[in-house]
């Protein structure tokens, strides 16, 4: 993972809503806005993230969420069991060797409950190019079988979608990710919802006010965007 500083985007024109002023259990904050890297980047370091309203039409309004409870992944606490340590040795990791690649083996059609379109496909490409969003691979052989991708802010790695084509590939590439992770200094790793899947694997729920808090001291200090004095157009709840 490069660790250079990324290239910091021009400004939101939005006014991202703070989601410690939403109703709890509540997990969708506002719907509108758009997927430019200054206005993903505020959204993130504000606790939100965003999902199209329905991904089947070619253009779909965003929705932008703060789970609550939130998923996380304590960077100490994952589950690494013995068979997962020789899965490991049967394959080869990388890191930012194929972040479409991955982004759209995580897009799969055919996968139930689909939500990466063409468009978020190319909002987090850019993000990706400027040094923010990153992606954690695995091979066998010269086969791309398995990958995350997520974004990286601070101390902070907002974890957004994985996939395998080969048994524990996905789960080898945790490991990897985690290991990466800790070794640049990673406070908070955010999985967004908690799933039976993920919770074997060690993730927890904490309440949303916890998660802003946490997330708070992840990114304190880290530039997102230039500033400007332009009139900020809100989106809509």
Same mark, same amino acid.
């Given at each position: 993972?490069?660790?250079?500083? *990324?290239?910091?985007?021009?400004?939101?024109?939005?006014?991202?809503?703070?989601?410690?002023?939403?109703?709890?259990?509540?997990?969708?904050?506002?719907?509108?806005?758009?997927?430019?890297?200054?206005?993903?980047?505020?959204?993130?370091?504000?606790?939100?993230?965003?999902?199209?309203?329905?991904?089947?039409?070619?253009?779909?309004?965003?929705?932008?969420?703060?789970?609550?409870?939130?998923? +996380?992944? *304590?960077?100490?606490?994952?589950?690494?069991?013995?068979?997962?340590?020789?899965?490991?040795?049967?394959?080869?990791?990388?890191?930012?060797?194929?972040?479409?690649?991955?982004?759209?083996?995580?897009? /799969?059609?055919?996968?139930?409950?689909?939500?990466?379109?063409?468009?978020?496909?190319?909002? !987090?490409?850019?993000? $990706?190019?400027?040094?923010?969003?990153?992606? %954690?691979? +695995?091979?066998?052989?010269?086969?791309?079988?398995?990958?995350?991708?997520?974004?990286?802010?601070?101390?902070? %790695?907002?974890?957004?979608?994985?996939? $395998?084509?080969?048994?524990?590939?996905?789960?080898?590439?945790?490991? /990897?990710?985690?290991?990466?992770?800790?070794?640049?200094?990673?406070?908070?790793?955010? +999985?967004?919802?908690?799933?039976?899947?993920?919770?074997?694997?060690?993730?927890?729920?904490?309440?949303?006010?916890? !998660?802003?808090?946490?997330?708070?001291?992840?990114? /304190?200090?880290?530039?997102?965007?230039? $500033?400007?004095?332009?009139?900020?157009?809100?989106?809509?709840?």
């Amino acid at each position: 993972m490069n660790e250079g500083s *990324p290239v910091v985007p021009p400004p939101s024109r939005f006014a991202m809503p703070n989601p410690v002023d939403a109703d709890p259990g509540n997990d969708v904050i506002a719907v509108g806005a758009d997927l430019e890297p200054g206005t993903l980047l505020a959204a993130y370091r504000t606790g939100l993230f965003p999902m199209p309203v329905d991904p089947g039409r070619r253009r779909s309004k965003i929705a932008w969420y703060s789970p609550d409870p939130r998923g +996380v992944l *304590p960077l100490d606490g994952l589950h690494v069991s013995r068979s997962l340590r020789r899965s490991r040795k049967s394959f080869e990791t990388r890191t930012d060797t194929a972040f479409e690649e991955v982004m759209r083996a995580c897009a /799969d059609p055919t996968r139930e409950g689909r939500w990466i379109t063409e468009e978020f496909i190319s909002a !987090y490409g850019h993000l $990706h190019d400027l040094g923010w969003a990153h992606s %954690f691979e +695995v091979y066998a052989g010269d086969t791309l079988v398995g990958g995350l991708y997520g974004l990286k802010i601070g101390r902070l %790695f907002a974890g957004e979608a994985m996939f $395998h084509h080969a048994t524990d590939a996905s789960k080898v590439a945790l490991v /990897d990710t985690v290991e990466r992770l800790r070794a640049t200094g990673v406070t908070l790793f955010d +999985v967004q919802w908690a799933t039976p899947h993920l919770e074997t694997l060690g993730v927890v729920e904490i309440p949303r006010t916890e !998660y802003l808090r946490r997330l708070a001291a992840a990114t /304190d200090g880290v530039e997102i965007s230039a $500033h400007r004095d332009a009139d900020d157009r809100g989106t809509t709840t």
